[in-house]
């Protein structure tokens, strides 16, 4: 007959952290919060594993779900800024792809692509239209009217008087001519392209290259936005780390493109990861390309999903099935488990495994995070860093469109399972029909979420619960928090008591810790 589990399916909800001493270091300024992202080498003997070992590390445990309504460049950008990681959807060509990977991996903090660009044939009309168009009153005059032109010169709003001049003027008889304009020169970096801006006190810095074509442009106001971003999680060249979703049918193919295109690390994408093509596809990758390729793997929900995975050479490990928000796995198929049960399972198979062989495989906790204090849990059960869906699909640099419904700003969220986003790929059972390369039926839906503004004000409020949370555990590390964390099984009533209840909440506000 079935194997039955003993205990019941637990979720993070139904868990609450004991608090330990808090001393006196213990204070949020302290608190480190960089996790391994990759297996490495720690004997037993030396006590907690330092995830400073990894060869890759992210500077927060926050990473972005594989989802088109979720990892495009522009969040990887900002995640990867906030000191987090994007792994960029792969249900896309595989040139789309590399080209998204190339992007971030290509953006310089405090050094753009000017988007505002006109060749010397333009006329002020067509100056006044670009910037109603772009917001920006800064344009380029290139030889060709691109970011890469031969520069000429820069026009901006103090060069011409609405209303006053002519709209039929020809930019170069506005614009201050390159003899007359500052400028840096490409290898430059940020804090010698800011000493030129306050030397010559200009707004507006334009980076050339070697034979006068236009690299960048570094604005004054920059400066701060790179100041106000201490844990970007850069490489060895000072370039974002990014990481890339893959499937198990073109691996062989994409893997080289993204790898070219930048791609710090891979994950491959299923829902159920505990199968031959993905360690397959894992064995290839590793021996292929040894040294230069990192995969994380999954996902799983027990202990033999995990230890087949990582005997297969999985630099990290994704627990999690049906636990999304937009996910009906468990619905449609009766296959998952809850995430607090699978991650103190597959947890205990780390240990184990770390035991045996000296090696330490980070987890990623998938799904099932319904409120900031959520990932503290998951954390302190075992998860090096979590993977968040709905969270980063509500912000402004997450690919889904803002729409209003019922006079509130929502964002368009879609999961993988569901027919818009038609990701086949994620959910094939591998046995090479053509008449199987559909979805027959949806594992996820398409939906909305309360739009949250700009991604690092919502981030950086979760860091600070986390922290905070940490403290209260008497922890300055995830290492010390797992080492040190004490939770309790929480009755219904006892999370019914925990929140705002019997009391009418002014303004009507929503509950606080909802993400």
């Not at 993977?387 to 879609?414: C, H, S, T």
Request: proline fraction near 4%; charge should be negative; aromatic fraction near 8%.
């Amino acid at each position: 007959m079935a194997f039955i589990y003993p205990e019941p399916s637990r979720t993070f909800g139904e868990y609450l952290l004991i608090p330990n001493l808090t001393a006196r270091q213990c204070v949020p300024a302290n608190v480190d919060l960089a996790a391994p992202l990759v297996r490495f080498d720690s004997p037993v003997a030396d006590g907690a594993p330092n995830a400073k070992n990894s060869a890759l590390t992210i500077n927060v445990p926050f990473t972005s779900a594989l989802m088109q309504s979720v990892s495009g460049d522009r969040l990887a950008i900002a995640l990867a800024r906030s000191g987090g990681l994007s792994f960029i959807y792969g249900a896309q060509s595989i040139a789309a792809q590399a080209a998204m990977v190339a992007r971030v991996k290509q953006y310089k903090a405090g050094f753009v692509a000017s988007d505002s660009n006109l060749p010397p044939t333009a006329s002020l009309a067509d100056a006044i239209s670009l910037t109603a168009t772009t917001g920006h009153s800064t344009i380029a005059i290139t030889d060709d009217g691109t970011s890469s032109g031969l520069f000429l010169g820069i026009l901006t709003s103090q060069d011409y008087r609405l209303g006053r001049t002519a709209l039929d003027t020809s930019v170069t008889q506005l614009m201050t001519p390159l003899d007359a304009v500052h400028c840096g020169r490409v290898g430059i970096d940020l804090g010698e392209a800011n000493d030129l801006i306050w030397a010559h006190k200009v707004n507006c810095l334009p980076v050339l290259d070697g034979d006068g074509r236009l690299a960048h442009l570094v604005f004054r106001k920059d400066h701060e936005t790179h100041r106000d971003h201490p844990l970007e999680n850069v490489d060895s060249d000072k370039r974002l780390i990014v990481g890339s979703a893959l499937n198990t049918r073109d691996y062989r193919t994409r893997v080289p493109a993204l790898l070219a295109a930048g791609a710090d690390i891979f994950c491959l994408d299923s829902s159920d990861g505990y199968s031959q093509w993905q360690a397959e596809a894992i064995i290839w990758i590793k021996q292929t390309y040894p040294g230069r390729a990192y995969v994380g793997a999954g996902n799983v929900v027990d202990q033999d999903g995990f230890r087949y995975l990582a005997d297969a050479g999985a630099d990290f490990i994704k627990v999690g099935i049906g636990g999304g928000s937009i996910c009906i796995t468990r619905e449609q198929k009766g296959i998952g488990r809850g995430q607090a049960s699978a991650v103190l399972d597959v947890a205990q198979a780390r240990a184990a495994y770390h035991r045996e062989t000296a090696i330490y495989v980070p987890l990623c906790s998938d799904g099932g995070i319904a409120q900031d204090c959520h990932v503290t849990v998951a954390l302190a059960m075992g998860a090096d860093f979590v993977m968040l869906g709905r969270y980063f699909a509500r912000f402004d640099e997450a690919p889904g469109a803002k729409v209003q419904i019922n006079n509130q700003v929502m964002k368009e969220y879609w999961g993988e399972g569901s027919s818009r986003a038609c990701n086949w790929e994620r959910y094939d059972h591998g046995d090479g029909k053509e008449s199987t390369r559909q979805m027959i039926f949806e594992e996820g839906v398409d939906s909305y979420v309360p739009y949250a503004g700009k991604l690092k004000d919502g981030l950086d409020t979760t860091l600070a619960k986390l922290r905070s949370t940490l403290c209260n555990c008497g922890a300055l590390s995830i290492a010390e928090l797992q080492s040190k964390a004490r939770l309790t099984v929480a009755s219904a009533v006892s999370i019914r008591e925990g929140g705002a209840r019997d009391v009418l909440v002014r303004d009507g506000r929503p509950e606080h810790s909802n993400i």
